[in-house]
């Protein structure tokens, strides 16, 4: 009976004084005096014929730097990311991309502000000749960081298309500055 009762003493003591630390871990996080974002693992995988170089999530856009190691030229048409809560942005078109070449993709996607961990999945479609369509497939994770402000004269036909493909046209200005829908539509003939 005393083995009995010594056991129950002991679990009740530390039972009690875990409790309390696990609320208390709970309420700082709750709080925001502990950020658990950076035990999460950031990453942008695609396949392991596309290296995914560089990437940031910002509120307003994604940027991918990929690296062709297919080992042959292919027509990338369209990169589609679908973000945390169901959003679907997309950036299609078709750009040309050699053996080894590192290119960036600019995507209007309205992620919003805040330094919340996003857990994307992405998929490219792209081919080597019409009749050879393939996808691959792939995820991003990583937080939040800040606005991104492209460089019009580069990159303004990668945004102007993501933004119509994804119907958000209306939303360019409060994204990216005052008169990018007027350029879009100046520019490229998109978002008309």
């Known amino acids: 009976m005393k083995k009995a009762q010594g056991t129950h ?15 208390f871990a709970l309420c ?10 950076k035990w999460i693992p950031v990453k942008c995988q695609l396949d392991k014929n596309f290296e995914c170089k560089d990437y940031k999530i910002a509120e307003n856009a994604i940027l991918m730097q990929l690296q062709n190691n297919i080992g042959y030229t292919v027509h990338v048409y369209e990169l589609k990311y679908t973000l945390n809560d169901g959003t679907i942005c997309s950036w299609s078109g078709d750009f040309l991309m050699a053996n080894e070449d590192v290119h960036t993709y600019a995507t209007v996607c309205p992620i919003g502000n805040g330094t919340a961990v996003q857990r994307i999945q992405m998929e490219m479609h792209y081919f080597k000749t019409a009749n050879a369509m393939h996808t691959v497939t ?5 937080k939040v960081k800040g606005s ?17 493909l994804t119907g958000i046209c209306n939303g360019l200005d409060a994204l990216f500055g005052t008169g990018t829908k007027q350029r879009c539509q100046d520019d490229y003939g998109l978002c008309l």
């Open 138 to 142: 792939g995820e991003m994770v990583g």
């Open 148 to 164: 991104y402000s492209f460089d019009f004269q580069s990159e303004g036909v990668d945004v102007c298309s993501s933004a119509q």
């Open 9 to 23: 003493e002991f679990f009740m003591t530390f039972g009690w004084m875990i409790l309390f630390l696990v609320v």
């Open 28 to 37: 700082a996080i709750a709080l925001g005096l502990v950020d658990i974002s």
